[in-house]
């Protein structure tokens, strides 16, 4: 059983950055991998970033594509997702996601924090 508990959204304007964590609890094997996602009521939910639990491999949305970096650190067994240059369009809910390895489906989830972008 893995926990993860999202946070660091809040309100900022539009060109601003945002600092998410994802603190992450439990069992969390050497090869999970931990993905961040976002969720827009009437949208589908997008897939943003995903980085391995090694921190040797990392995976972007082309829409946010150098202006989000993901990383870890291991010390803490936190993710962050680091976001800049923020546009009204990255309004959302985020969310990170834990899977066993690289592949397999997203199984536990963190209940989301709230970001929203003012123009």
């Given at each position: 059983q893995v926990q993860l508990v999202e946070s660091g959204g809040g309100l900022?304007?539009?060109?601003?950055s945002l600092r998410l964590s994802c603190a992450a609890s439990g069992r969390t094997s050497s090869s999970a991998v931990i993905g961040?996602?976002?969720?827009?009521?009437?949208?589908?939910?997008?897939?943003?970033a995903a980085i391995n639990w090694s921190g040797t491999s990392t995976y972007?949305?082309?829409?946010?594509?150098?202006r989000v970096t993901i990383?870890?650190?291991?010390?803490?067994n936190t993710v962050?997702?680091?976001?800049?240059?923020?546009?009204p369009e990255d309004t959302a809910v985020?969310?990170?996601a834990a899977a066993a390895s690289a592949g397999e489906g997203?199984?536990?989830?963190?209940?989301?924090?709230?970001?929203?972008?003012?123009?």
């Amino acid at each position: 059983q893995v926990q993860l508990v999202e946070s660091g959204g809040g309100l900022v304007q539009a060109g601003g950055s945002l600092r998410l964590s994802c603190a992450a609890s439990g069992r969390t094997s050497s090869s999970a991998v931990i993905g961040w996602f976002r969720h827009t009521p009437g949208k589908e939910r997008e897939f943003v970033a995903a980085i391995n639990w090694s921190g040797t491999s990392t995976y972007y949305a082309v829409s946010v594509k150098g202006r989000v970096t993901i990383s870890r650190d291991a010390a803490k067994n936190t993710v962050y997702l680091q976001m800049n240059s923020l546009k009204p369009e990255d309004t959302a809910v985020y969310y990170c996601a834990a899977a066993a390895s690289a592949g397999e489906g997203y199984n536990y989830w963190g209940q989301g924090t709230q970001v929203t972008v003012s123009s």
